[in-house]
């Protein structure tokens, strides 16, 4: 991965960036976070609240970014925070009630899935912008990504409740920085990789256009040495109290060692079309796409005083966004809820931009 970083100040060393009318300088902050089964604030707090609902996925993306745009070219620093996690009705049922000290109910089957993919890093990019035709554009951007923290892997099997004990049957198999399910100290992550985006901007005709961006279509980062866990977890490890509650033992038979693994991230894709009315009203509808989760929205945007003002819905999520982009910055907010404590679906975008 130190060919990739040389690759990146070699291209800045044969690229002249003086300040001139057609560099831009840039910065943002993106932050995405949506829980489908509790509110994201009761998912942080380890469960603490109302019972959960029906869900099987949860992720938040973040991300900080600082670069420069000059001609056909963008060079970028970044910091991202991300984690999937991903899991079935019978696994959060598990972990709420094992959160909140209840009893499990008797004579219950419950099948195990629990799969978390975590990443916090810092990356440099390179992007090159192609006009392939005067209705047609394209922006591919490479990644550079430096893994700091990790967790990666997964959790399955089952457990029965009966009348007077249980029978339990749990794999447990996952790489990471710092040890959530057997809290084990923390040790460092040495994870180098890269991740591939794609932008396509069409303009269809006068009144309509189409956007594509993808995040992270393919990615890749290698771990040399990160510290792992194989275990198998059988009815000798899990036990009642005299009121009911499940007891989780530490005591797993399996191995705890070192090993080289591959991570790939969530993908991230956005379909957008715009129909322009007139010179002020323009209705927008796009597809979003977590991974293999869609989220359809529709919206209506305003040209007024040289700034658009957007309003739109997503039909998935139940939440109202509102986004104003002005000469030099922009700013976007969405939610499913005023009390934030109760919100499923959280975005805020804000960015800059300033050309010299």
Partial sequence: MLAVIAIFFSIFSITSFAATPDTEYYSYIDSLSYSQAAPIEQMIHDLDGAPLKSGKFAFTHNQFEIGVRKNDFEFSYFYRYD????????TGQLAYLQRNDLPLPQNTHYNVYLRPNHLRAWGLSAAHFYNISPQLSLKTRLNYLRATHTTDGYLKGQLNTLNDGYQAQLYLNYGYSRDTLLDRPEEDSDGHGTSLDVDLHWQVNKQLNIDFSGRDILSFIQYRDLTYTTAIANTDNISFDQNGTIDAKPTVSGVERYRDQTQRLASRYSVIGRYQFDSKHTLTSELFAY???????LGYQRHWQNKQWQLNYDFRSEAWGLALAAKHFNVSL?????????????????GMQLRL
């Avoid at 984690?83 to 019978?90: A, E, M, P, R």
């Avoid at 991974?291 to 929205?297: E, L, T």
């Fill in 83 to 90: 984690y999937y996690l991903k899991f079935n009705k019978d």
């Fill in 291 to 297: 991974d293999r989760h869609v989220f359809p929205r």
């Fill in 334 to 350: 969405r939610t499913d809820a005023l009390d934030w404590e109760e919100a499923k679906a959280i975005e805020l975008k804000v």
